[in-house]
């Protein structure tokens, strides 16, 4: 088949990738789209992470840094009241109803006119001379090739940067966050509350031996449309890139949620508790990132480093869960206040017309544990999405592309958050 050539392509659908496609066709780039699986939205469809973080500060007035694309998406689920108002954890955060989501990205790609494939794996790229120049794309009607000016790496594993071989990373010094793998438990009377605690005791009560379980104590979410119950707390150590080391790792995460449900059952109220889904895929928080021309490091977070180059303020903590105890932590970033990602973090270090966003954007261990989630990647997706248009266009500036942001809506100052 002959290689098709596109402006733009961004390669991976979660909610960086739609952010990145969308922004660059409504910049007037034709644009390509990947996905590999059959929906749109990566974690908040496919691995039932259905709640927004990093859209607000997490003080005690909370302030929404995120806007652009994440306004559209929001104003949409809103219509459908498939999207609650902020609530708290140790963070500020909005739940969604995944299905309704889905929905919604689909429209957004469809009125851009963003050229969408699914069941399409990126599975290799070719890049000469410091530029990437083209990639492949397995599908069930067998690999086909296409051509761009410039690429967006949404993936979350980074597949497309190091199948290129762009410099990537696998993790940062060593440590790598560890995944997990949410469940949904349906059959809990909306009117019933469970909260971490009430869970954590009833795990702790049924005595499980330390392999049956991983851990004790999650987050509850509770759906805006079904009431189903969603924890994160099957966890395992895997290698995302090692697809033995997957499975394996599912087998033993699917095993734990049928525990976690025998012990949910003996809370009063979730008697009738059932296992909707579990997954469908494992939640892999951290894997591969793009090396860029700056690393966003924690002490920049902490010191409220402003930068000139900064498309998007991250709002959320450094949220990190480790391999080896199962454990989780959460530091605030100053004042519970915004900071400044900067495009440096987008844009890889070798390679001039790739850029990435959302989990691989470029972090040192704590801030890159702060600026993967979903309201930041939506925000640095637009970004790099946007700058992917301009470079296709020939040359542009950040100044430039700050503008551009801008006139989508994006929010880029602390005196322009809402
Ligand atoms: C258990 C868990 C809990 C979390 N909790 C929260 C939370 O409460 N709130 C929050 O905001 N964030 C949370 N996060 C983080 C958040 O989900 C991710 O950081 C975020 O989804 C990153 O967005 P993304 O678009 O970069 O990646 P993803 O959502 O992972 O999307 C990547 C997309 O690329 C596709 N893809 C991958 N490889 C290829 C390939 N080779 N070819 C084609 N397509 C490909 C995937 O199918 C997927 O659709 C959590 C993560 C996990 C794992």
Redesign the pocket.
């Known amino acids: 088949m002959e290689t098709e050539h596109f402006d733009v392509i961004v390669?991976?659908?979660?909610?960086?990738?739609v952010a990145a496609a969308v922004a660059s066709a409504r910049f007037g780039a034709k644009t390509l789209l990947?996905?590999?699986?059959g929906c749109?939205?990566?974690?908040?469809t496919?691995?039932n992470?259905v709640?927004?973080?990093?859209l607000y500060t997490l003080g005690e007035t909370p302030t929404r840094v995120v806007g652009g694309i994440a306004d559209d998406i929001i104003a949409r689920l809103r219509s459908e009241a498939a999207i609650t108002e902020p609530q708290r954890f140790r963070g500020v955060?909005v739940v969604f109803d995944p299905e309704t989501l889905k929905g919604v990205l689909d429209d957004l790609v469809i009125e851009a006119n963003v050229h969408v494939m699914s069941g399409?794996?990126?599975?290799d790229a070719r890049r000469q001379e410091g530029r990437l120049q083209e990639l492949k794309v397995a599908t069930h009607g067998g690999l086909r090739t296409f051509s761009a000016d410039a690429f967006v790496d949404?993936?979350?594993?980074g597949?497309?940067s190091a199948f290129s071989g762009a410099s990537t990373r696998y993790g940062n010094n060593a440590k790598v966050n560890e995944?997990?793998m949410?469940t949904r438990f349906g059959g809990i009377p909306s009117d019933i509350t469970v909260t971490a605690d009430d869970v954590a005791q009833a795990i702790t009560k049924a005595n499980f031996h330390l392999s049956d379980v991983t851990k004790n104590r999650s987050?509850i979410i509770r759906l805006p449309r079904s009431g189903d119950m969603v924890v994160?707390l099957a966890s395992e150590d895997y290698d995302p890139r090692d697809s033995f080391s997957m499975a394996a790792a599912e087998q033993r995460a699917r095993r734990q949620t049928r525990n976690y449900l025998q012990a949910i059952r003996t809370i009063p109220g979730c008697e009738s508790a059932h296992l909707s889904e579990s997954g469908p895929e494992f939640?892999?928080?951290e894997s591969r990132h793009l090396n860029c021309r700056h690393q966003l490091k924690w002490s920049e977070i902490e010191t409220r480093t402003t930068f000139d180059d900064c498309i998007a303020l991250g709002a959320w903590g450094s949220e990190w869960h480790e391999r080896s105890t199962h454990q989780s932590s959460f530091d605030y970033p100053p004042d519970k206040a915004a900071y400044h990602i900067p495009f440096g973090c987008l844009h890889s270090v070798d390679t001039d017309n790739l850029f990435c966003?959302?989990?691989?954007a470029d972090g040192d261990r704590k801030a890159g544990a702060a600026i993967?989630?979903?309201?930041a990647?939506m925000a640095t997706?637009q970004a790099a999405g946007l700058a992917a248009a301009m470079e296709a266009q020939g040359s542009w500036t950040v100044g430039e592309l700050q503008s551009a942001l801008l006139s989508q809506g994006a929010v880029l100052n602390y005196s322009n958050s809402r």
């Open positions: 390669a991976g659908g979660g909610t960086a990738g990947i996905e590999r699986s749109l939205g990566g974690a908040a496919m691995r992470v709640t927004f973080c990093g955060f399409a794996f990126v599975c949404c993936t979350g594993e597949d497309l995944g997990s949410a987050v994160f939640g892999t928080r966003a959302g989990r691989l993967r989630v979903m309201g990647a997706g």
